[in-house]
């Protein structure tokens, strides 16, 4: 299926200041029946963000309205553990469309990438002040630029680049998803074979 384009996003960010938040933290295993895409999102972090009781811990932050917005800073080492790609659904449908860390698993990493979630690599640094310009700030905003490979934070002007796979970049850019990108090229793919000799 494609996905929302993804150019530049500018948006105020939910702090999860935890290192290595493995898979089954973001989406417990009790919760990967389901074989589409969808409805994940109500139980991302679902461990961390209700009581037995279902209702809301009012110390986790997708509990607190103080903070909101389309991209999740979390801390070194997000996404380890198994390689359940519901780990990024789950983001995804929560409306998360960037998350960046000073450390990605390469498995979740490429999930994200798949399901048109950026995940955005930074410094140590760099993510410390991330954090420091939420905690000043919640309403500051983080500025993503996917084709610049940049990402700012409005309320200081710093910026860091960031690396991406290029294949990944131009899929996310245009929305597609590895079978768009065959649908899109299909004209030539039908060319090749037909001018190509046996």
């Known amino acids: 299926m ?8 500018s948006s105020t960010a939910v702090p999860l200041p935890i290192e290595n938040v493995d898979t089954d933290q973001i989406i417990p295993a009790r919760f990967l029946k389901a074989i589409e ?10 461990d961390w963000r209700y009581n037995q009781d279902d209702t809301p ?14 991209i999740l800073v979390g801390g070194k ?13 789950s983001v995804y449908d929560y409306g998360f ?10 498995i979740f990493k490429n ?11 930074v410094s140590a640094e760099f993510l410390a002040e991330i954090f420091a310009a939420i905690e000043a700030d919640p309403g500051t905003e983080l500025i993503v630029d996917l084709p ?11 910026k860091e680049s960031f690396a991406i796979n290029s294949y990944k970049k131009e899929n996310m850019i245009n929305g597609f998803d590895d079978i768009d990108y065959l649908l899109n090229i299909k004209d030539n793919i039908r060319n090749f074979a037909e001018n190509t000799p046996l």
């Open 77 to 89: 080492n997000f996404g380890s553990g198994s390689s359940r790609e519901h780990a990024a659904w």
């Open 148 to 158: 610049a490979q940049s990402i700012s934070i409005g309320a200081t002007g710093a």
């Open 97 to 106: 469309r960037c998350v960046v860390s000073s450390f990605f698993a390469d």
């Open 2 to 9: 494609a996905y929302d384009k993804f150019t530049v996003l």
């Open 111 to 121: 999930n994200c990438l798949n399901i048109g979630v950026l995940p955005v690599q």
């Open 37 to 46: 895409r969808k409805g994940f999102g109500d139980n991302l972090f679902r």
């Open 57 to 70: 811990k009012e110390n986790f932050v997708l509990n607190n309205p103080t903070y909101s917005g389309k």
